[in-house]
């Protein structure tokens, strides 16, 4: 059996060197400067964020870098290493949503999407993109590019929302749009927020309410893994992620099915209403018994059990109470499963490895339908458990998987 591959980040010297690199032999010319934005783990909080729910994720230390440079009209050209000779083009004027193909709708969407939120000052530009967020792992390898996009453009034309966490939710704005409506890939804004508002060693917990302010929708939560003799391990499973299949917008749309059921504005509100109730499981039960879809009865189930979920981990992470922590990481996986029927056997399979080979809990991560497991570990141990995982994909004759270690890492920034 061969190793399982680690895929380590690239240095900020490398990730500026390779990013610059490109950028001067595809264009001819110098970058003003280069930026970047991390990919992200979610701990624990999935398909809630849509449901104006809670979520807990850490930024990577895997991130995407872009070089950049202004231009003086409404052309945009942009390159990636994966694709060097090739070059992905567009002319801001007059541009639909939809009308850009390929990876390049991401960043080339960031500028459309902020012109069409008034910023007029916004012109074409010369991109080049570097990244070692692995791609279609359930990593958000697409908020990392734009983000990192959306960050550049702020700070070449002066916009001024980089500076403060409260002017990032605009950028934050941007990027969901890109994605949405240029890349038509839906999103819900977790990963852009990962992306744009974590710490170095925290979690971002993250309050997905509309009724709440860029300031009071986050809080900063510790979370140092080394002071609890722990490891994250990621396992990217490779098993193809797709979230433009219509998979990701049917589950929200019978979400916002049953919170019109129930006559509430979102399903946290059902949330909500359980956890303060006397007795939660009668509450939860009376909620579910009000839908008559036994489909849409796990839909729901999911989200408003995976949003106490998220409080319990918090608290229990906190505690140091690291069984209970495993304990919420299995629960919030075998709801995925069940209930919201988003896992694949590559991610149930990765899942059951780690937890017979001791790891105190783990749970897919991200979107599902494919992409990335986590698992909560002994520190020392991470390697040893993904091999076992590696060589269980063998047997099976599923694709290779590969593997990182997760450290909480900071957000998007400018590199030089």
């Known amino acids: ?57 850490i930024a990577l230390p895997q991130r995407t870098y872009i070089a950049l440079n202004p231009r003086h009209d409404n052309i945009v050209r942009v390159v990636s290493e994966l694709k060097p000779d090739e070059v992905s083009q567009a002319n801001l004027d007059g541009l639909q949503g939809g009308g850009v193909k390929g990876w390049g709708a991401y960043p080339i969407g960031v500028a459309w999407a902020l012109r069409k939120m008034g910023f ?13 967020v692995p791609l279609g792992s359930g990593l958000s390898s697409s908020a990392a590019m734009t983000c990192s996009t959306a960050l550049a453009i702020d700070d070449v034309f002066r916009l001024g929302f980089g500076d403060s966490d409260e002017g990032r939710i ?30 170095p060693g925290h979690a971002l917990l993250l309050d997905c309410r509309p009724e709440l302010s860029a300031l009071e929708s986050v809080r900063q939560v ?45 399903l946290r509100v059902c949330a909500d209403q359980i956890q303060k109730s006397d007795d939660p499981f009668q509450a939860l039960k009376e909620t579910l018994d009000a839908l008559s879809d036994e489909t849409m009865k796990k839909r729901v189930r999911h989200v408003v059990t995976e949003i106490a979920r998220v409080r319990t981990f ?95 890492s900071a957000s998007a920034h400018r590199e030089s």
């Open 222 to 266: 510790p979370f140092n893994l080394v002071a609890q003799g722990l490891e994250l391990l990621v396992v990217d499973t490779q098993a193809p992620h797709q979230l433009n299949d219509g998979q990701y917008a049917q589950r929200r749309t019978t979400c916002e099915k049953a919170a019109n059921i129930l006559g509430v504005a979102n």
């Open 314 to 408: 918090v608290k229990a992470f906190n505690n140091k109470d690291i069984v209970e922590a495993g304990r919420l990481f299995n629960a919030s996986h075998d709801s995925l499963k069940s209930d919201y029927e988003v896992t694949v056997p590559e991610l149930d399979i990765a899942v059951d490895v780690a937890r017979q080979n001791g790891a105190y809990g783990a749970r897919m991560t991200g979107g599902g339908f494919g992409g990335s497991i986590i698992a909560l570990v002994k520190q020392g141990a991470g390697r040893t458990i993904a091999q076992k995982i590696a060589d269980r994909f063998a047997a099976e004759g599923l694709h290779e998987p590969r593997a990182l270690a997760a450290v909480a």
């Open 170 to 199: 605009t950028l934050i704005q941007a990027a969901m749009k890109s994605e949405n409506d240029m890349a038509e890939a839906s999103t819900g804004g977790l990963d852009q927020n990962a992306s744009m508002r974590c710490k």
């Open 120 to 132: 007029d000052r916004v012109t074409g530009f010369d991109a080049a993109v570097s990244s070692c």
């Open 1 to 57: 059996m061969s190793a399982i591959e680690f895929v380590e980040p690239l240095s900020p010297e490398q990730g500026v060197l390779r990013s610059r690199s490109l950028f001067r032999k595809t264009f001819d010319g110098h970058e003003t400067g280069v930026w970047s934005a991390p990919g992200r783990v979610n701990l624990i909080g999935e398909h809630t964020d849509y449901n104006a729910g809670l979520c807990l994720p």
